[in-house]
C-alpha cells in the first residue's frame, strides 16, 4: 500500500520542500540520513515522532521522483550540418 499520503508539500513548511506529515522533517533529510548508513531504527530512535511508515514514504516519493520519462533526441543533418 502506498505511503505517499503522507508527505506533505506546504508553502509555509521548510520553504515548500517536501515533509512528513506537515513536520519540519524534509523528505531529503530522511533520504540523506539513509544514504549516510543510519539504519530505520536509528533515525526512529532520534525522531520520536517519526513513524517507520514515514521513512518508507520518503523512499517511495524519492523513486517516484527519480523516474522520469527518457527523451531521445535524434540528430538531422542535412548538408553536412546540423539542426
Do not use: F, W
Request: net charge negative; glycine share 6%; with cysteine.
Amino acid at each position: 500500500m502506498s505511503q505517499l499520503h503522507r508527505i506533505t508539500i506546504d508553502p509555509n513548511v521548510c520553504g515548500g520542500k517536501p515533509c512528513i506529515r506537515g513536520l519540519r522533517v524534509r523528505v531529503k533529510d530522511i533520504l540523506e540520513l539513509l544514504a549516510a548508513g543510519v539504519s530505520r531504527e536509528e533515525i526512529l530512535q532520534d525522531y520520536p515522532y517519526l513513524e517507520d511508515e514515514d521513512i518508507t514514504a520518503a523512499l517511495e516519493y524519492a523513486a517516484r521522483q527519480s523516474d522520469h520519462p527518457v527523451l531521445r533526441i535524434t540528430e538531422h543533418y542535412s548538408n553536412g550540418s546540423s539542426h
